[in-house]
């Protein structure tokens, strides 16, 4: 007989290749067949879980960024949907914007600047919707559920209409104003930027230190010195110059005359051992303290232009840098600004949109700001004006799209107040009530929201929804009235933003509209478009309290760290100017990707990786698996060896699913299932170590702590199972008769442990899931994703149970070193081939229980237990007597004693006569 044959081996047409770039499409086809999202979804009635998508800007290929986002938020929807909540997931689109005008007018070239306002944006919706479609598959491929359908996009005319509506709501409350004011400018873009639209990168300026003379000393608390005085002020921006009116002094800080040749310097006290070692001047005289209160009101004379600077008071000057004495130009700085108001300083502003001098420069018509620096310090030196020069490298603002730096430039905008109805002040208090994950994103956002400058919302470009407001040609009074606005929402509402810029303003308005201010009835429309900010800030509106299967507000959003300033921070203050309530409950945040050198990745850098390219080559599943492996709090990491680690770390927990189902090919859960009370200790053992694995995930899950789950998972994959269980079940699963109460019990902790890995690893490798549940035996859904989330059964708990067999495990570890030792020394082969002979005081009534246990547990053909020492283990390994059995290798004195089966023990000779006799 081929006793090989009556082996009970491993079956399973699971394959051990993944190959998961060919199988992943085939079950997303299933998936789509099966209409997967729709059939979740049919849990009636089940408590809502509202994670609300921020939406991505439809403008070019998903990359890994935003792979990272979507995976985390999937992994959310499938945990929770399993866990018995009803979690539908809308994904949505941030179609307008500089994002995607910027590139289709790189796309157009120069015959872009030939086309009409209405002709651009064509250009910009094709090209929105030819990428919305590329990403949607793209999502879809990195096995990402929700209603691919029916998404939500800015540029659909009712989510357009709701924008609208916003703005209304808030303009009739009051937060909305127009005014001159500085704002971070691109002159490349030609458009204004929000906080959130900027990036700070180091730059090399030059630092320059300059002299104001101060005029009428004798009218001034210096009247005693008749030697010319100057106010000396620092700035990394010469150009910035040409708006300067004023020079601020805080009013409790002390600042100095100090005599230096023949003229007096004044700055600030706390700076001035700095400054004069930096300018090198050793010999000076102290004449005199002042408070900074005193200079308030006196004149100085600009350096080079023919007007004067006013002397001011200001709480923000410190004594951190600079001379204590803060250069002021009111329209190319938000501090600036506000003194500028509160003094009644004219916004000086002579920049074009090109970030060119204007003819009010002077001089320096046409020339650009930066450029212009060199001969503003020219400038200074024939003057004789210029103290000291060097150059400075320090962090500035850049636009976040060409990536050239931004400047502070005063000009017409339109504003959301931030205090307005004390609207700053109960956003902080709305940010305390909200869980932040991690908890420094609360510290984060209301430092950010304690000291942000009013909401500029209008941008110069094309591409957007309009600013619905109208302007009588007669006063150049706007009018934005509930009738005039209602009348824009409707038509966007019919028709799309795109009427507004295809109809005439007799066309829009209704008849017999006049100015609230005049009375006449002529009408020009606002040519600027709102904020992207605004139209994604309000999704809250446009999307959860429009969609039926959704709420307000909503259960979580989840985005990287940069929206605290950007999307959290738009949701939140146009949430509380028209709602009085947040928008989320919960936020959570992740991390920039970075790749293995710790660079952030970007398109510049050349090092940002598509996930198309990321899929074809390594699978979803495995991309999936690194995003739950990465603690995504902090910056991720994207590297060639972090992936290869992921695949091998892959292949370990795909192997443990190919174990489980080759062992239980003859496995009918309903007929072959063991009571608990009376499955072998061991397995009991692994079905306790199991519920501490459920119960320590579900934790894990509930908390966002995806890596814990990777980490608990591929570990007790590769040491309670693969390292110990698995191993030492080998001889009971193959050699045991097929039915018999030892092979039995040992299956049904099996599938036990199949079913729940299965499930709890189904949220993050989704299709490797689903292909692991084809070949699970026993009655089940049709879909992983439609079962339910196992619960931990308490009875199977055992700590005691565990307790002894971390005992069992520890003195296994010395038997395995000796049995190791001894096959280095070639005096055993295999571990079959051993006799391990324990000696032992302590443990020898602990092991006497488990005696028969032992060869199993070892995986040797004998034990023998010496109950002697001193209280130390020692273990001895000889070669097992007897000779080897042919069908379960292991060595027996008993063997050839039987004349019917010379070659087998008499374990294997009983299950021979049994099974096949």
């Known amino acids: 007989m081929?006793?090989?044959?009556?082996?009970?081996?491993?079956?399973?047409?699971?394959?051990?290749?993944?190959?998961?770039?060919?199988?992943?499409?085939?079950?997303?086809?299933?998936?789509?067949?099966?209409?997967?999202?729709?059939?979740?979804?049919?849990?009636?009635?089940?408590?809502?879980?509202?994670?609300?998508?921020?939406?991505?800007?439809a403008n070019g290929d998903v990359h890994i960024g935003t792979a990272l986002n979507k995976i985390l938020k999937d992994i959310i929807v499938k945990f929770k949907t399993m866990s018995g909540f009803d979690v539908p997931f809308v994904p949505g689109w941030d179609c307008h914007g500089l994002p995607i005008e910027h590139q289709v007018m790189k796309f157009l070239g120069p015959k872009g600047l030939k086309l009409s306002q209405v002709e651009i944006r064509k250009k910009c919706q094709d090209y929105a919707k030819k990428y919305i479609d590329i990403q949607k598959k793209?999502?879809?491929?990195?096995?990402?559920?929700?209603?691919?359908?029916?998404?939500?996009?800015?540029?659909?005319?009712e989510y357009e209409a709701k924008i609208i509506e916003i703005f209304a709501k808030l303009i009739k409350e009051g937060y909305v104003y127009?005014?001159?004011?500085?704002?971070?400018?691109?002159?490349?873009?030609?458009?204004?930027?929000?906080?959130?639209?900027?990036e700070y990168k180091d730059r090399t300026s030059p630092s320059?230190?300059?002299?104001?003379?101060?005029?009428?000393?004798?009218?001034?608390?210096?009247?005693?010195?008749?030697?010319?005085?100057?106010?000396?002020?620092?700035?990394?921006?010469?150009w910035t110059l040409l708006g300067n009116v004023a020079i601020a002094f805080h009013p409790n800080f002390d600042y100095q005359l100090l005599k230096i040749n023949d003229e007096i310097f004044i700055m600030l006290k706390d700076l001035v051992a700095p400054i004069m070692e930096r300018l090198g001047i050793e010999n000076f005289e102290v004449l005199d303290t002042i408070k900074g209160k005193r200079f308030e009101g006196l004149e100085c004379q600009h350096p080079f232009l023919d007007k004067r600077s006013r002397l001011i008071l200001a709480d923000y000057v410190t004594k951190e840098d600079g001379t204590g004495c803060v250069h002021t130009a009111p329209g190319h700085g938000e501090e600036d600004y506000q003194s500028g108001v509160k003094y009644d300083l004219p916004i000086l502003s002579p920049v074009s949109e090109r970030g060119e001098f204007t003819e009010e420069a002077g001089e320096f018509k046409g020339q650009d700001v930066f450029k212009a620096n060199e001969g503003i310090i020219k400038k200074l030196k024939e003057t004789g004006n210029l103290i000291y020069e060097e150059t400075l490298i320090?962090?500035?603002?850049?636009?976040?799209?060409?990536?050239?730096?931004?400047?502070?430039?005063?000009?017409?905008?339109?504003?959301?107040?931030?205090?307005?109805?004390?609207?700053?002040?109960?956003?902080?208090?709305?940010?305390?009530?909200?869980?932040?994950?991690p908890d420094w994103g609360r510290s984060r956002i209301r430092g950010m929201v304690e000291v942000r400058p009013d909401w500029c919302i209008s941008r110069q470009r094309a591409w957007g929804v309009p600013l619905p407001i109208f302007y009588c040609k007669e006063c150049n009074h706007y009018l934005a009235s509930e009738e005039s606005?209602?009348?824009?929402?409707?038509?966007?509402?019919?028709?799309?933003?795109?009427?507004?810029?295809?109809?005439?303003?007799d066309e829009i308005l209704p008849q017999g509209t006049i100015c609230l201010n005049c009375g006449e009835k002529n009408f020009r429309k606002e040519t600027d478009i709102l904020d992207v900010w605004f139209e994604s800030g309000v999704s809250h509106q446009a999307v959860l309290t429009t969609r039926e299967e959704l709420s307000y507000p909503s259960d979580l959003y989840l985005e990287g760290s940069d929206q605290h300033r950007g999307w959290f921070q738009s949701s939140l203050l146009t949430a509380l100017g028209c709602e009085e309530k947040t928008p989320y409950k919960s936020v959570l945040t992740h991390g920039f990707m970075v790749d293995g050198k710790r660079r952030k990745m970007s398109k510049s850098?050349?090092?940002?990786?598509?996930?198309?390219?990321?899929?074809?080559?390594?699978?979803?599943?495995?991309?999936?698996?690194?995003?739950?492996?990465?603690?995504?709090?902090?910056?991720?990491?994207?590297?060639?060896?972090?992936?290869?680690?992921?695949?091998?770390?892959?292949?370990?927990?795909?192997?443990?699913?190919?174990?489980?189902?080759?062992?239980?090919?003859?496995?009918?859960?309903?007929?072959?299932?063991?009571?608990?009370?009376?499955?072998l200790e061991i397995d009991r053992w692994a079905l306790s170590q199991l519920q501490s694995l459920l119960e320590k995930v579900?934790?894990?899950?509930?908390?966002?702590?995806?890596y814990q789950i990777y980490h608990l998972v591929h570990n007790f994959c590769t040491i309670q199972l693969s390292s110990f269980y698995f191993d030492i079940l080998k001889d009971r699963l193959y050699t045991q008769g097929k039915d018999s109460k030892e092979r039995r019990s040992a299956q049904t902790a099996l599938h036990e442990i199949l079913l729940v890995s299965v499930k709890i690893m189904a949220p993050i490798l989704s299709y490797t899931i689903e292909e692991v549940w084809e070949y699970l035996p026993g009655e089940k859904e049709e879909s992983a994703h439609l079962s339910d989330w196992p619960k931990v059964n308490k009875r199977f708990l055992n700590k005691k149970l565990e307790e002894r067999w971390e005992r069992l495990i520890s003195i296994r570890e010395r038997v395995l070193d000796s049995l190791e030792k001894a096959r280095k020394e070639k005096r055993i082969g295999n571990s079959l081939e051993a006799e391990v002979e324990i000696r032992c005081e302590k443990e020898y009534q602990f092991l006497k229980k488990y005696e028969k246990d032992l060869p199993a547990l070892f995986i040797v053909s004998k034990v023998r237990l010496v109950k002697k020492g001193n209280g130390e283990i020692l273990v001895k390994v000889k070669k097992a007597p007897g000779k080897k059995c042919s069908r379960c290798w292991n060595y027996s004195i008993e063997v050839g004693k039987s004349k019917e089966y010379p070659t087998l023990c008499p374990r294997c000779i009983r299950v021979i006569k049994k099974y096949y006799s």
């Open 698 to 706: 579900t934790k894990a899950y509930h908390s966002f702590s995806f």
């Open 394 to 437: 320090h962090s500035y603002p850049h636009c976040w799209r060409c990536k050239n730096p931004v400047i502070f430039r005063a000009t017409e905008q339109w504003f959301i107040s931030v205090d307005h109805k004390n609207l700053r002040r109960r956003a902080l208090t709305e940010i305390d009530k909200v869980e932040w994950i």
């Open 485 to 505: 606005l209602e009348a824009v929402k409707e038509l966007v509402r019919r028709e799309g933003s795109d009427s507004w810029f295809k109809k005439g303003v």
């Open 138 to 157: 793209q999502f879809k491929r990195l096995g990402v559920f929700g209603d691919w359908k029916n998404p939500y996009l800015t540029l659909d005319p």
């Open 208 to 238: 320059i230190y300059v002299k104001f003379k101060l005029l009428h000393p004798d009218r001034s608390p210096i009247t005693v010195h008749r030697s010319p005085i100057y106010i000396i002020i620092w700035t990394t921006t010469p």
């Open 605 to 679: 850098l050349g090092n940002l990786i598509s996930s198309e390219e990321m899929v074809k080559k390594n699978g979803a599943d495995v991309t999936r698996l690194w995003v739950a492996s990465e603690n995504y709090q902090e910056d991720v990491a994207y590297s060639d060896e972090i992936i290869e680690r992921m695949q091998e770390a892959y292949r370990r927990i795909r192997n443990t699913f190919r174990y489980l189902l080759g062992n239980l090919s003859d496995f009918d859960p309903k007929k072959d299932s063991i009571e608990y009370d009376g499955m």
């Open 178 to 198: 127009k005014r001159k004011k500085p704002i971070h400018w691109c002159p490349t873009c030609k458009t204004a930027l929000a906080e959130a639209e900027l």
């Open 2 to 57: 081929d006793y090989d044959k009556t082996l009970c081996l491993p079956k399973t047409k699971f394959p051990m290749k993944a190959e998961l770039p060919k199988r992943e499409p085939e079950i997303l086809s299933l998936w789509d067949r099966m209409d997967i999202y729709q059939r979740i979804r049919e849990k009636k009635g089940a408590k809502k879980y509202i994670l609300h998508d921020g939406p991505p800007y």
